[in-house]
């Protein structure tokens, strides 16, 4: 059964369910970067990205597992680690099996001591000590700079490390990316910011790079929120439907003259396109998925859209009203044909919802945020303040005979 909260119990409800916390976070605030100009002919368009650092991280787009060698060699020159706790291992990044960056972990005063040039000399390397705190059962060095091999050659990185165990045996430990590449590009008469995450552990060119970023260059310093997600990163597509238009996506990395730099490339296509007719309040981005073919994003969607014809099975819905944002991300199959429109109602208001299901003596309760349309989707507040959840309340002839909290997970 699934019954509307009265209006009395819904205020309180949605204020609750749009209460925003502070939320773990990237802050991207690239400076001026690299601008390419519109082109109206058919020549793919290339846009040269810079390197760049996320201003602040405390949570990952994706985390990566380190792996230890076996192989333990001893350090030749060490600080004087008196009588401190220490662990002495190697770790490596990416596929490069053969590759590990030796090191010192001195537990007792949380510092990390890495042999970059690898030597076997921690005394020499002042640029690659770090300090660390506690996260949970971990040490955290955050801003670890690290070069490795990848199958474009060698690139730097900025990660966070988590090291965890107390011999060489037990070595665990996860990273984190704090980098980005990005650039300038014109579409549309519009700048916009665009660039790439890559992916360390990728094994061929094809898949290094993971994210496609893409936004409002006005939008660039916005926060970029990691857990549960961001309306301005989407798994990197082959094909892609962005600003009006349709192009081939392609990348490579090059270093000439000691000056690592990525070109994206945008080659201009000419798919069949149809006609989405949108309805619905408060949509701030549309992200359809095509399996194979072209992802479409569509930025604060108007009443009608053309997008590359085909059927669609994805999507990405972001609803933004003031500060407060939800997003839906699941499964959503629509077919768009070349000659006849089709309607799609999705969006706010959004409506407060119990579904109340019964389970042997007990009665369960679920809340759900749900849309607009024939077939509502459920959407999720993309900052969730975990101290303040939605509430529940049961009334009988206009009396409350219970209320509560809803418990998230």
């Not at 209460?19 to 001026?32: K, R």
């Not at 299901?357 to 945020?369: A, H, I, V």
Request: hydrophobic share 35%.
């Amino acid at each position: 059964m699934k019954t509307p909260l009265s209006s009395s119990s819904q205020r309180p409800l949605l204020a609750a369910c749009l209460t925003l916390a502070a939320c773990t976070c990237l802050a991207a605030a690239p400076g001026e970067a690299a601008s390419t100009a519109p082109q109206r002919s058919e020549r793919p368009l290339q846009v040269p990205l810079e390197w760049q650092e996320w201003a602040e991280s405390s949570g990952p787009l994706e985390t990566y597992t380190l792996r230890f060698s076996p192989e333990i060699k001893p350090f030749l020159k060490e600080p004087d680690f008196g009588r401190h706790r220490i662990v002495r291992g190697a770790f490596g990044c990416g596929v490069v099996t053969n590759e590990f960056i030796p090191f010192a972990w001195d537990q007792t005063a949380n510092r990390l001591y890495l042999d970059l040039n690898g030597n076997r000399d921690l005394t020499d390397d002042a640029e690659a000590t770090y300090a660390g705190e506690y996260d949970g059962q971990l040490q955290l060095f955050p801003r670890v700079m690290l070069n490795f091999n990848t199958p474009s050659g060698r690139h730097r990185y900025l990660v966070d490390l988590r090291l965890g165990g107390f011999t060489t045996a037990q070595l665990s430990g996860t990273y984190v990316l704090r980098c980005f590449w990005h650039g300038r590009v014109e579409l549309g008469g519009r700048p916009y910011q665009i660039g790439l995450v890559e992916n360390p552990d990728a094994k061929t060119l094809a898949d290094q790079a993971r994210y496609l970023l893409f936004r409002a260059w006005d939008a660039r310093t916005e926060l970029i929120r990691l857990n549960p997600g961001t309306p301005h990163t989407i798994h990197w597509p082959k094909m892609v439907h962005l600003a009006g238009q349709s192009f081939g996506l392609s990348n490579y990395f090059t270093n000439q003259g000691g000056s690592p730099c990525y070109l994206l490339e945008l080659t201009p296509a000419r798919p069949q396109l149809g006609e989405l007719r949108l309805s619905g309040q408060n949509l701030y981005r549309l992200i359809l998925q095509q399996p194979g073919g072209y992802t479409a994003i569509l930025d604060t969607p108007g009443s009608a859209k053309k997008i590359p014809a085909g059927t669609y099975q994805t999507a990405e819905v972001w609803l933004r009203h003031g500060v407060a944002e939800a997003f839906y991300d699941g499964p959503l199959p629509l077919t768009v044909g070349a000659d006849t429109p089709i309607s799609l109602a999705i969006g706010g208001p959004l409506t407060n919802l119990v579904v109340a299901e019964r389970s042997g003596d007990n009665l369960l309760l679920r809340y759900q945020l749900v849309g607009t349309g024939r077939h509502p989707l459920i959407y999720r507040m993309s900052t969730e303040d975990r101290t303040n959840p939605p509430g529940w309340a049961i009334l009988s002839g206009g009396k409350q005979i219970a209320s509560g909290k809803f418990a998230y997970g």
